[in-house]
């Protein structure tokens, strides 16, 4: 018997058994587990953004740099054309999404993506989908900041 002592002098007298407790263990375990893996599985559609959070000068310089070892301005993927300064969310063949500015693709078929906190160079052949969102006048803005 378990004895809850409220305010006021209320008492809950609760009359479990060692199976009721250990069957309520058990579903609390599954569904802890459960929410964890609904978690992880939605914070990566919910977790990436486009607000970049570098300084302008350093944005520059990584930009000059990253557009010089990625230097074709249109990447061709799957029948689509993306150019520089989009901004595109792209879905990897391990399930992995983000989201950011096009800086190019390299003559070894690799792209370039500036996201808000990391600069990812990714194999195109491991690409599942990219999607468009948002075109390159909508884009400028991470460029010219």
């Known amino acids: ?22 069957y309520a263990a058990i579903i609390a375990g599954v569904l802890t587990i459960a929410v964890e893996f ?6 990566l559609m919910f977790a990436h953004s486009t607000v970049f959070e570098y300084e302008s000068s350093e944005l520059e310089r990584i930009l000059k740099k990253c557009s010089s070892l990625f230097p074709k301005d249109v990447v061709k993927f799957k029948g689509e054309t993306f150019r520089r300064g989009m901004i595109l969310r792209i879905t990897t063949q391990e399930r992995r999404v983000f989201e950011g500015g096009l800086v190019g693709q390299n003559f070894d078929n690799m792209i370039c993506v500036v996201t ?11 690409i599942k989908e990219i999607r468009l969102v948002a075109g390159i006048g909508e884009a400028r803005s991470w460029q010219n900041r």
């Open 116 to 126: 808000s906190k990391h600069i990812i160079a990714h194999d195109l052949g491991s």
């Open 38 to 43: 609904l978690l992880s599985r939605f914070s």
């Open 1 to 22: 018997m378990i004895r809850w002592i409220l305010r006021k002098g209320y008492t809950v007298d609760v009359h479990l058994s060692a199976e009721e407790i250990f």
